[in-house]
């Protein structure tokens, strides 16, 4: 249900439709920069906690409402005064957000191409057929309502047995089902023989997928992403982020560092990688958090998130590149060039590095030990809590898992991820079992 609207300020509104967890505060100094005043439409605004409980209470105005109902979302809207540009920072709701910028003739990205990149299956495709990568992907199996089409088995294979052997033989092994729609690591099986690939599409064809499930190549070699800016067509490299994810099974990220220190001449090679990839893809526009596997022939494409990267990469490339890079995406809301594609930028800053904080089991959070003691490391470190004590931890398999994120800085992203994990290590979520049912 709709919250009544709160008595907003003349200045032209700039939406945000919801919008990840950090960055809120960023972005509302961006809008102001330019004239404008951030509204935040959210159906959940404890997931801001942390961000609203930094800003002053007239920084933007948020507005409670269910924003998986379009027509709520709209009514919201149309009260808005002057609204200017509709953001979106999220996967989720990043093709609502394209369709309602056309609907209102507000700058945006196509729609189409927003949905394209909503489909990890379909972006291995593209890729494949622009000959920017040579792996394909197969799709499995098609779930019902998806853009309005039944479910059924795409590779025209039903039996599990069957089904492994097909994968077996197209893709060969090691491989890796996914989501093609899904987000924070959820729906992703890395399999490495045949009994694992029977049993991750036993557990597949359980799980509550958003998508299309799909097998690909399995890629050996560290995980990167490349944070970017386009316009026009024309791709900035801001830097590279190393990633660290866990051991499988859970697959769970854990932590991050920017920016990588690149080989001479590395940076202008994988810039122009980045930019076959997306224009491959068909994102033209805004920010990517563009995610590869430098493997042992160069990098290969895991996963484009056509926006700026979660957890604190956005805050990582503020401090490192010292400018307030949400500027880029409110000049993008608004249909300008992003000034930050004409500007000198150099890490003149600290690099950055952050560790994501899960508790041993799953239950209840009542807390954390260690965090009055984190100003004896060094680095500056900080605390990011992502829940409250009271809120439930259903499962630690995946980022819906972490409790919180510890930042430190350092010269080099090397030095920042060091100070990071030794701080983090002294955190450990207090967990209270769940109630039985």
């Known amino acids: 249900m709709t919250a009544p609207l709160p008595s907003l300020p003349s200045l032209p509104s700039l939406a945000s439709l919801e919008s990840l967890s950090f960055g809120l505060a960023r972005t509302a100094e961006a809008a102001a920069a330019r004239g404008h005043r ?48 509709l953001i979106n920072t999220t996967d989720t709701w990043s093709a609502p957000a394209a369709e309602l910028a056309v609907a209102y003739g507000l700058p945006g990205p196509d729609p189409a191409a927003v949905r394209l990149l909503r489909d990890k299956a379909r972006v ?62 959820r729906g992703v099986w890395i399999v490495r023989d045949t009994d694992g690939l029977r049993a991750a599409l036993a557990e597949a064809a359980e799980a509550p997928l958003k998508g299309e499930l799909f097998a690909e190549p399995f890629l050996a070699g560290p995980l990167y992403s490349a944070e970017t800016l386009s316009w026009a067509g024309e791709t900035r490299l ?18 991050a560092a920017f920016p990588v220190a690149l080989p001479p001449g590395d940076h202008d090679g994988l810039e122009k990688w980045a930019g076959r990839v997306l224009d491959a ?29 979660g957890a604190l990469i956005g805050e990582a490339l503020c401090r490192s590149l ?51 003691g984190l100003g004896a490391y ?11 004590p009271g809120d439930a931890v259903p499962d630690i398999g995946d980022q819906r898992g972490c409790t919180g994120m510890v930042l430190a800085e350092a010269a080099t992203a090397e030095l920042a991820q060091h100070r990071a994990w030794s701080a983090a290590t002294s955190v450990r979520p207090v967990m209270r079992p769940a109630a039985g049912p």
């Open 38 to 85: 951030l509204c935040l439409l959210t159906g959940d605004r404890s997931v801001y906690r942390h961000e609203l409980a930094t800003l002053p209470p007239d920084a933007l105005d948020v507005i409670d409402v269910d924003t998986t109902d379009m027509a709520a979302v709209r009514r919201v809207l149309d009260g808005l005064p002057s609204l200017a540009g």
């Open 124 to 185: 291995r495709d593209a890729l494949h057929r622009a000959g920017v990568s040579d792996r394909a992907a197969l799709v499995l199996e098609r779930r019902p309502g998806q853009d309005g089409i039944a479910g059924g088995i795409v590779d025209g294979v039903a039996d599990q047995a069957a089904r492994a052997a097909r994968v077996v033989e197209a893709v060969g092994l090691p491989a890796v089902l996914k989501d093609s729609s899904g987000t924070s690591s």
């Open 238 to 255: 801001l830097g590279v982020s190393s990633r660290q994810t866990s051991r499988t099974p859970a697959v769970r990220e854990e932590g």
């Open 281 to 309: 893809a068909g994102h033209d526009q805004g920010f990517a958090h563009v995610e590869f596997v430098l493997t042992a022939h160069g990098p290969e494409l895991v996963e484009i998130n056509r926006r700026i990267g």
């Open 322 to 372: 010292q400018v307030n890079v949400y500027d880029a995406l409110v000049d993008a809301a608004l249909g300008r060039r992003p000034a930050l594609l004409d500007t000198p930028v150099r890490t003149a800053g600290p690099a950055v590095a952050f560790v994501l904080v899960y508790p041993d089991r799953a239950g209840t959070l009542t807390g954390w030990r260690g965090l009055d």
């Open 378 to 388: 060094p680095g500056e470190v900080e605390w990011y809590p992502v829940r409250a």
